[in-house]
């Protein structure tokens, strides 16, 4: 145990010492600040993306009063987010949450998260593209038609996103602001207008009408709430991912993790009890059946000339969290080459220090999860993976750090956010609210689906994820039995 806990302290002293197969000159740079890491974690979980993918949704199968299942998720996150912050201020490395599972719970602990980790992350660089090519064809005009059309537009999305991605670091920090600049516009403005000058209900609204939608009662509907809203409070975890890239990440980072989700947060709660207040039901409800649920309904208020402008705003932050989930994932893939999980070209980075290979197997990846969108239950799975997927992640997290903290495995007091004696209280929080919130997003829900979805639409998240831990298993035995011969 004490040599554990000496390993453990010398790599937390030098978070970049070279891995296998990995030289000096494919160490990533340190040219992010607080504030970039900030950004790009408010990018990643972004209000707009969050928020816009699930309203439709939430108010179909709940039928209203969904508000307070969403705080409640918010509230439950934070907490998971207390623990990557804590984790992250000790072992501040390129990978994030697949890292710490591989040095606190051993190589093959690491290798079934970073599947798991990857998988997911490249789900929901999928569903972000897919989502953001429906916004990019209503933007020109072209909005509608057939599964080929919105492949071919989200696959222009990630096209977009690629090329920030790849381009000069100052020029990616500039779009990644300039999206956090759109939401707060986009999102905050637009419900601060809607907030004071145009709303109609009470707010007894904001709890009103829940189990009025497709879910057989009110609480099979705030758990479908809570499941969906789950969706809206992912992606924190990037600010741990581009740990190596960020100036005092043992500090800075921990504090981009919280704050990112807290000020996405909060965005997202005060933005759908504006909506919710200065809207009638019955027009969230009609406006849902669309690919558009919020343009119509902004209109209807500020006017037709209205209508482009909100648009842009919104595509920009489309963009700025599609091209920060291309960084995100290419870190992890980038930290499993190094470590040997991964092909070795997958950790070479350009003269830049960016990780051009990585980047570009993760977009290829996502391009082909694209091909989904081909069939409407299909393209759904990526969607209900991506979110479980990262649940799952979380569980993992959040249960190796319960684990390592019980056994003396893992000191959190050396790193440098010490919460003391709540830490423990809060790690096991998070664990058993991931657990749950993990089999309510993996439960089969008939009412959230359309009424012909194959039933393996319905069990989505554990047939890709008991898939995927499948062939990882056979693959970490074929593997342990090859070294023994």
């Not at 009063?65 to 705080?71: E, H, I, P, R, T």
Request: aromatic share 12%; with cysteine; glycine share 10%.
């Amino acid at each position: 145990m004490l040599e554990q806990n000496v390993m453990l302290t010398k790599e937390s002293l030098d978070p970049l010492l070279p891995a296998t197969g990995t030289t000096a000159a494919d160490k990533l740079n340190r040219s992010l600040s607080v504030w970039n890491s900030l950004t790009i974690g408010f990018a990643v979980v972004s209000p707009v993306v969050g928020l816009y993918a699930i309203i439709g949704v939430q108010t179909v199968v709940t039928g209203g009063g969904w508000f307070g299942a969403l705080a409640m998720c918010l509230v439950m996150q934070l907490l998971v987010a207390t623990v990557y912050a804590e984790l992250s201020s000790q072992f501040p490395i390129a990978g994030g949450a697949y890292k710490w599972a591989r040095q606190l719970g051993g190589s093959v602990t690491g290798q079934f998260a970073g599947v798991i980790y990857v998988s997911s992350t490249i789900a929901m660089l999928t569903t972000t593209a897919y989502t953001g090519g429906i916004w990019l064809s209503i933007f020109f005009g072209v909005a509608g038609g057939e599964g080929s059309t919105l492949v071919m537009w989200g696959a222009v999305f990630l096209l977009i996103c690629t090329l920030l991605s790849l381009a000069h670091v100052n020029v990616f920090k500039l779009v990644i602001t300039l999206g956090v600049y759109a939401e707060m516009v986009g999102s905050l403005g637009v419900a601060l207008l809607l907030f004071f000058f145009f709303r109609q209900h009470a707010f007894a609204e904001l709890f009103q009408h829940l189990g009025t939608g497709t879910a057989p009662s009110a609480t099979a509907a705030f758990l479908a709430a809570l499941a969906i809203a789950g969706w809206a409070f992912i992606g924190f975890d990037a600010c741990s991912t581009i740990a190596e890239e960020t100036h005092e990440p043992k500090r800075m980072v921990p504090r981009a993790i919280f704050f990112s989700l807290c000020m996405v947060g909060s965005v997202v709660i005060f933005n759908s009890a504006a909506l919710t207040l200065s809207f009638n039901r019955a027009t969230l409800v009609n406006t849902s059946a669309s690919s558009d649920p919020i343009t119509p309904v902004i209109t209807s208020s500020f006017g037709a000339w209205a209508e482009k402008p909100f648009l842009a705003i919104v595509m920009v932050a489309f963009l700025a969290c599609g091209a920060s989930v291309v960084q995100y994932t290419s870190r992890i893939v980038y930290s499993m080459a190094r470590e040997g999980n991964m092909p070795v070209a997958l950790s070479r980075v350009t003269a830049s220090k960016t990780p051009r290979n990585a980047v570009i197997c993760v977009v290829l990846l996502a391009g082909f999860g694209l091909l989904f969108g081909l069939n409407d239950g299909a393209v759904a799975t990526v969607l209900a993976f991506g979110t479980g997927g990262l649940y799952a992640m979380f569980v993992m997290t959040t249960g190796v750090g319960l684990y390592t903290r019980l056994t003396g495995r893992w000191n959190p007091a050396l790193g440098a956010l010490r919460l003391g004696v709540w830490g423990l209280g809060i790690n096991a929080a998070a664990f058993l609210w991931s657990v749950f919130e993990f089999a309510n997003i993996a439960w089969p829900r008939t009412y959230a689906v359309s009424p012909n979805a194959p039933w393996w639409q319905l069990w989505a998240v554990p047939l890709v994820l008991g898939s995927i831990l499948g062939v990882t298993t056979l693959y970490v035995l074929i593997n342990k039995i090859s070294r023994s011969y």
